[in-house]
């Protein structure tokens, strides 16, 4: 499997399934798409901004509601595998992408998996095991985000650095140097996890130095 960043933007997630699965995917997706829950009942959990439509389709409605949704995705998270069937097959029969809830280890070809997520915007870290041990992929991100801690910041010192590097006189070459000497600095890491620094003065810093040293590497 590759992995890959989808921008949801404009888009529609339907969540056929209202438990408490049902809900973390719905969550997840409606940080940025359009998201809609089609289940007869809804756990009491957080369903972030989706739309919850009662309502409990038999496998041979399921390709009525993605002819009437049009959905970029469908996440099949019921606990009824007969409809969790239905769903897989309508959104293939459509060509829409598909998150099979109640599957793991051996996948169907083309489908879809949600990896366990730590985000330090504008730095997204995605963790999976192939489908097969989401609670390894859990654990680990517990782990990385302490790893992470500052990564947002600097890629936020990197990206402004790069910006106005452009408008200097100032190489290619040089400039991908100046940003990997900065992205590897581990004194500029803890300066920036502590909060003893911040991305407008790294940056005004580094630029300084490079105007008084001319470019010069010591
Ligand atoms: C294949 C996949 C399909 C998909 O959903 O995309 C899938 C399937 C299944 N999960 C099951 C169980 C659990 N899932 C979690 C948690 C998460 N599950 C997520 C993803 C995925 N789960 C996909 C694979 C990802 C990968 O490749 O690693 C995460 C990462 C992302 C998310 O869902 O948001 C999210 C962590 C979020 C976080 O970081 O916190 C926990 C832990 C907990 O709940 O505490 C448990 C209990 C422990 C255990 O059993 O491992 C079961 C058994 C159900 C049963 O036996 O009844 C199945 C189905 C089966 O195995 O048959
Ligand atoms: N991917 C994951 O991380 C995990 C997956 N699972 C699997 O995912 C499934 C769902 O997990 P839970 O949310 O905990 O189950 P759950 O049993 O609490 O919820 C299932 C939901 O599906 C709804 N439903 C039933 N028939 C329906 C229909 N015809 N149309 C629409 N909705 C319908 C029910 O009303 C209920 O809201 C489980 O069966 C389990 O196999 C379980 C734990 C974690």
Redesign the pocket.
Known sequence: MIPLLHDFTNETVLV?????????KARRFAREAQVLV??????DREFGDAELIR????PEDVPGWLERIVPALVVA????AA?NDAVVDAARERGLLVNR??RSGEREVGSVV?PATVREEPVTVAVATGGTA?AVSKYLRAELEETLDGAGEMARVCAGLREELKTRDISADRRREIVTDVVNSPDLWTALRTGTSNCPQVIEDVLGEELSTGGERP
């Open positions: 056929v399934g209202g438990g408490p699965v049902g809900a973390r089609v289940s007869p009942s809804f756990a309502a409990a389709p038999a998270a019921t606990d009824d409809i809830a109640d949600v989401p």
